[in-house]
């Protein structure tokens, strides 16, 4: 639900907030926004950061040399952005449990890992990826080998044979890096289940780390995996503000709710948010943060540097770590973004110093007196935004404020607004209440 009460039942709501008056979060250099870095996708956003976090883009400027692969890109480019149809033969009429996936994806993980390989290699190939899929009546899993250009072109099709022998083809229905979306079909039209890649990562075509990661396949979607992913997100938030009350630093209910949502508005695309169907989008990030867990979001970077679960830029991670450092947050910020609980407690830090300062500004307290604002969106936009400048744009605007604030933050409340309506959560401020009654 919306958080839209007038100034008078914030301050109750609020009134336990007890950090000291912090400064505006606006980054020395100035930018308006966090942009994305793949406009077009979900997940990981995977092109080169500027923040020293490893590059997982990786494209090739040639073809890998991959045997039996054919490529046939789709000539009908009309609904690129539409949501791809889905197979009743990969869909909700074989779904699978969610603890049956992670075992499955562990167990393919394990096989990837320890499968032989040539010696005279000294690195992984760049060019070439691996994915592990599942023959579900035979419970097998097979080997695929692809190049990065096939895997990391849209709509692209190979046909090929696993490394137990089967004729496949295999179609790239989302090109997004680690995250990139398939599916696999024998010659008989039987689906194969995608279960984990292997994707070398690079940097200025040097080796870094091999990643291992599930994408939000077709095959593998179910309500299960959705109500898996919303219990993983709520606890991990919830953990990272029980630790940060242990610590001496309370966070109000209401902010943990905003920043529960803020974990999936961060991660939805700009484009097929307009384009797609948004119940479905919104479902896609809870059953990343199923599949992976821990691992979500472990490769995804911004070009402005912003990483992981939190996409937090590494000049707002050190703000918090210089002004909180009775919390003892990482002092690594690629490790902490990777790291959920710590990159959750820097979340929700930035978040009430945020709304500190902007609760503190006479416009903006007139703004939330007046109902022409909310708490919830005067604290996205603050995440999003330079929360420095919202007291200007509020004092310019008026009740038109939101038509000053840059366009994709303005698309970032949009989507705010969407996924509350959509996706309602149970309120911790009305669990806290019954709690004390």
Same mark, same amino acid.
């Given at each position: 639900?919306?958080?839209?009460?007038?100034?008078?039942?914030?301050?109750?709501?609020?009134?336990?907030?007890?950090?000291? /008056?912090?400064?505006?979060?606006?980054?020395?250099?100035? /930018?308006?926004?966090?942009?994305?870095?793949?406009?077009? +996708?979900?997940?990981?956003?995977?092109?080169?950061?500027?923040?020293?976090?490893?590059?997982?883009?990786?494209?090739?400027?040639?073809?890998?040399?991959? +045997?039996?692969?054919?490529?046939?890109?789709?000539?009908?480019?009309?609904?690129?952005?539409?949501?791809?149809?889905?197979?009743?033969?990969?869909?909700?009429?074989? /779904?699978?449990?969610?603890?049956?996936? *992670?075992?499955?994806?562990? +167990?393919?993980?394990?096989?990837?890992?320890?499968?032989?390989?040539?010696?005279?290699?000294?690195?992984?190939?760049?060019?070439?990826?691996?994915?592990?899929?599942?023959?579900?009546?035979?419970?097998?899993?097979?080997?695929?080998?692809?190049?990065?250009?096939?895997?990391?072109?849209?709509?692209?099709?190979?046909?090929?044979?696993?490394?137990?022998?089967?004729?496949?083809?295999?179609?790239?229905?989302?090109?997004?890096?680690?995250?990139?979306?398939?599916?696999?079909?024998?010659?008989?039209?039987?689906?194969?289940?995608?279960?984990?890649?292997? !994707?070398?990562?690079?940097?200025?075509?040097? !080796?870094?780390?091999?990643? #291992?990661?599930?994408?939000?396949?077709?095959?593998?979607?179910?309500?299960?995996?959705?109500?898996?992913?919303?219990?993983?997100?709520?606890?991990?938030?919830?953990?990272?503000? /029980?630790?940060?009350?242990?610590?001496?630093?309370?966070?109000?209910?209401?902010?943990?709710?905003?920043?529960?949502?803020?974990?999936?508005?961060?991660?939805?695309?700009?484009? *097929?948010?307009?384009?797609?169907?948004?119940?479905?989008?919104?479902?896609?990030?809870?059953?990343?943060?199923?599949?992976?867990?821990?691992?979500?979001?472990? #490769?995804?970077?911004?070009?402005?540097?912003?990483?992981? =679960?939190?996409?937090?830029?590494?000049?707002? #991670?050190?703000?918090?770590?210089?002004?909180?450092?009775?919390?003892?947050?990482?002092?690594?910020?690629?490790?902490? =973004?990777?790291?959920?609980?710590?990159?959750?407690?820097?979340?929700?830090?930035?978040?009430?110093?945020?709304?500190?300062?902007?609760?503190?500004? +006479?416009?903006?307290?007139?703004?939330?007196?007046?109902?022409?604002?909310?708490?919830?969106?005067?604290?996205?936009?603050? #995440?999003?935004?330079?929360?420095?400048?919202?007291?200007?744009?509020?004092?310019?605007?008026?009740?038109?404020?939101?038509?000053?604030?840059?366009?994709?933050?303005?698309?970032?409340?949009?989507?705010?607004?969407?996924?509350?309506?959509?996706?309602?959560?149970?309120?911790?401020?009305?669990?806290?209440?019954?709690?004390?009654?």
């Amino acid at each position: 639900m919306r958080i839209n009460s007038p100034l008078i039942a914030l301050s109750v709501l609020f009134c336990a907030l007890n950090i000291t /008056q912090a400064q505006s979060q606006s980054g020395s250099s100035g /930018q308006e926004t966090r942009p994305r870095t793949a406009r077009s +996708e979900v997940s990981p956003r995977v092109a080169t950061p500027q923040a020293p976090q490893p590059n997982t883009s990786a494209v090739p400027t040639k073809p890998g040399s991959v +045997e039996n692969v054919v490529v046939a890109p789709r000539t009908n480019t009309s609904t690129e952005s539409a949501i791809e149809p889905v197979d009743a033969n990969s869909a909700s009429a074989q /779904q699978i449990a969610p603890s049956t996936i *992670r075992a499955r994806i562990a +167990e393919a993980e394990r096989l990837l890992k320890t499968r032989p390989r040539q010696t005279a290699i000294t690195s992984p190939a760049l060019d070439a990826v691996t994915l592990a899929v599942l023959e579900r009546g035979a419970a097998r899993i097979h080997l695929l080998t692809v190049s990065k250009q096939i895997f990391l072109t849209k709509g692209s099709e190979a046909q090929m044979t696993t490394s137990r022998g089967t004729p496949v083809t295999l179609r790239i229905l989302r090109a997004n890096g680690v995250n990139t979306a398939v599916t696999v079909v024998d010659n008989q039209g039987r689906s194969l289940v995608p279960l984990t890649v292997e !994707f070398p990562i690079e940097r200025q075509g040097v !080796f870094r780390e091999m990643a #291992y990661y599930t994408s939000a396949h077709p095959a593998l979607l179910s309500a299960d995996l959705v109500k898996a992913g919303r219990s993983y997100v709520r606890s991990m938030i919830d953990l990272a503000a /029980q630790r940060l009350r242990e610590k001496g630093v309370f966070i109000n209910p209401n902010l943990v709710d905003v920043a529960e949502r803020l974990c999936i508005v961060e991660h939805i695309d700009h484009d *097929r948010f307009r384009l797609e169907n948004r119940v479905a989008l919104f479902d896609e990030i809870y059953s990343l943060y199923a599949l992976n867990q821990l691992d979500t979001y472990r #490769y995804s970077v911004s070009f402005a540097g912003a990483g992981g =679960m939190v996409q937090m830029i590494p000049w707002a #991670y050190n703000l918090e770590r210089q002004r909180h450092p009775g919390v003892g947050l990482m002092p690594d910020f690629v490790a902490g =973004m990777r790291n959920h609980a710590n990159a959750l407690q820097a979340m929700l830090l930035y978040m009430l110093d945020t709304w500190n300062d902007l609760a503190a500004n +006479e416009d903006v307290r007139s703004a939330l007196e007046t109902k022409i604002a909310t708490p919830a969106e005067v604290i996205a936009a603050g #995440y999003n935004s330079n929360a420095a400048k919202l007291p200007l744009y509020i004092r310019r605007g008026g009740a038109g404020w939101r038509s000053l604030i840059p366009r994709e933050t303005q698309v970032y409340l949009q989507i705010y607004r969407t996924f509350e309506g959509l996706a309602p959560m149970k309120s911790r401020a009305s669990v806290v209440t019954k709690s004390a009654a």
